[in-house]
């Protein structure tokens, strides 16, 4: 019989803590009880850049609206950025919402099986594009993500810095549960959140670690209120009432509508600018 080698017998003694861990002190949320890959597919473009918390008050009463990716697909834009309000990075609802047309028209209302068909689409990069997959079919893809990456910093890279994450992924292609790998995982994610909470955070040793710039002040901020204004007053307005509701300079405002408009968000008609909803 073939002796298990030292790499084997460390993989194994990690999946049991990660597994013990998890089956102790495992978290629940509403997309983890789901089967409905359209169901997944809003979690998923709901939690990019997003505490759990927030995605948590939001996403059933997200789904109350639209049920099905259907009702999403033929929505108005106006009604989609009003009910995802509070979760900032409205380029997300836009692609969301960019997504269901694309998968009702072209691929008969279906989520694919296959990330690089779903990378294809704006919004959706490699880890997305994976966990989609993964929790929607249970299919075992090999992915990162923050509390992903944090685990497997503490355990196997505890001295070393500017980690990246090529170094990281062979890891977790070996420690991959192949049969239940949605529920590895959800227990990866859980205990990386432990993790954060219990260790000086070990993502700061990752090549990949950015601090996220201060929302106040920002460019993403006026973007957010500008649209805002727009939802709020439910009719098109010019620019110069759109500054004044924005205090931003008449030149600056502008600029952020003509950026919004390229973007697909805003339209304009005889100088005048309202959402699009297309």
Known sequence: MREESFLEKDLKAFRKEVFSFYHREGRTFPWRTTRDPYEIVVSEFMLQQTRTELVEKKYLPFLAIFPTLEALANAPLSMVLLHWRGLGYNRRALYLKEFAQHA?????????????????????GPYTARAIVTFAYNLPYTFIETNIRRVFLHHFFPSKEGVHDREILPYVEQTLDREHPKEWYYALMDYGAYLAKQFPNPNRRSKHFTRQAPFKGSRRQLRGRTLSTLLQTGKALDVEAIARHISLPLDKTEELLKELTAEGFVAELDGKYCIRDH
């Open 104 to 124: 009702w028209l072209h691929w008969a209302g279906n989520i694919p099986s296959e990330p690089a068909l779903l990378q294809q689409r704006k919004g959706i």
